[in-house]
């Protein structure tokens, strides 16, 4: 199953939702216009996480964003963890349900961690048959994001922008386009975010993730742990530009804030655009390159940090 993009709810402006934020939101109204929530940590909930969801779901969009589903992996589907998936959706009224491309484990193991694939044509076949399945399970498209990476593939012959559009094109399926992601992994492997940005079709653009990463000098590690940095900001101006339907969703998975400092971070990609109308910012690209050269003075190293991925948050987020 698959629709176009226009058929996507334009959301707006949302954050992700987590249990430290429960009694805010319960007490005061947010200002944000949807919510995004890790799948997993309400599949098999009934408790009070389910309650608040169910209550926040009442006044807010909601969006599924899953760590688990292994589109990548030559393991079977698991039908159960689908079929868990999709009725969550259905009470939620999801708006869309997203993971990752990638893989988290092989033979019955799971890493914890989404690890990147061969991007080979032999690859493309096979998740594109994965998608397919997983979308007519669903009843609804998935929504696929570009994960952050730190090692690639000596037998890959295309590149990740390339991969992704032609599995949108074979599959129908939506594209998450994480710029922070593109940024971690353009220092990580050296290539060039906006060519990365440019390639990706813009049509197929659902939703963008904003986030914080941490600089370790000789990389950087996806580690959604504080504010977005200028030369993602900028990124993220020349992402949305191309793709102004689609929502924009902030990140922040550790080391987590009061509830109005994520307000104020999303507050600025709101900004961003109502400010400054399309006419205004002629060269979108010029002020990316130009954001990007001063890389070093904008994301200062910092020690490796003991934050864990992302997707080993998801069990500590479970109340």
Same mark, same amino acid.
């Given at each position: ?16 939702? @987590?249990? &430290? ?18 799948? /997993? ?6 408790? @009070? ?33 689908? @079929? ?37 044509? +032999? ?63 353009? &220092?990580?492997?050296?290539? $060039? ?64 804030? +009061?509830?109005?400092?994520? /307000? ?23 002020? &990316? ?7 070093? $003075? ?18 500590? +987020?479970?109340?």
């Amino acid at each position: 199953m698959s629709l176009q993009p226009h058929y996507f709810p334009a959301l707006g402006f949302g954050v992700g939702l @987590r249990t &430290v934020h429960f009694a805010h939101l319960l007490q005061q109204p947010a200002r944000v216009d949807w919510f995004e929530i890790i799948s /997993e940590n309400f599949m098999d909930s009934h408790g @009070r996480p389910r309650s608040v969801l169910d209550r926040i779901a009442e006044r807010y969009p909601i969006v599924m964003h899953g760590v688990s589903l292994s589109i990548g992996s030559t393991d079977p589907l698991n039908h159960d963890y689908l @079929r868990k998936l999709k009725r969550l959706a259905d009470d939620t009224q999801a708006a869309w349900v997203s993971d990752h491309l990638c893989w988290t484990g092989v033979a019955g193991l799971n890493t914890h961690d989404l690890l990147p694939l061969p991007l080979t044509e +032999e690859s493309l076949a096979h998740v594109a048959d994965r998608v397919r399945i997983v979308q007519d399970v669903l009843e609804r498209p998935l929504v696929l994001e570009n994960p952050s990476s730190y090692v690639t593939f000596a037998m890959s012959t295309l590149s990740e922008w390339e991969f992704l559009s032609r599995l949108t094109d074979a599959t129908g399926c939506g594209l998450l386009l994480d710029v922070n992601n593109v940024y971690v992994s353009a &220092v990580n492997h050296d290539f $060039d975010p906006v060519e990365y940005i440019e390639h990706i079709p813009a049509d197929r653009v659902v939703q963008f993730h904003l986030a914080g990463h941490t600089n370790c000098g000789t990389h950087l590690i996806d580690t959604h742990d504080g504010p977005v940095i200028d030369p993602v900001w900028e990124l993220y101006r020349l992402a949305r530009t191309r793709s102004p339907r689609a929502a924009t969703l902030l990140e922040w998975d550790a080391r987590i804030p +009061e509830f109005a400092v994520l /307000e104020a971070e999303i507050a600025k990609a709101r900004a961003m655009f109502g400010c400054v109308g399309w006419a205004e910012s002629s060269s979108p690209t010029t002020s &990316v390159v130009t954001a990007l050269v001063g890389l070093e $003075d904008s994301a200062h190293p910092t020690s490796t940090p003991t934050v864990p991925h992302p997707a080993l948050c998801v069990a500590a +987020e479970v109340e």
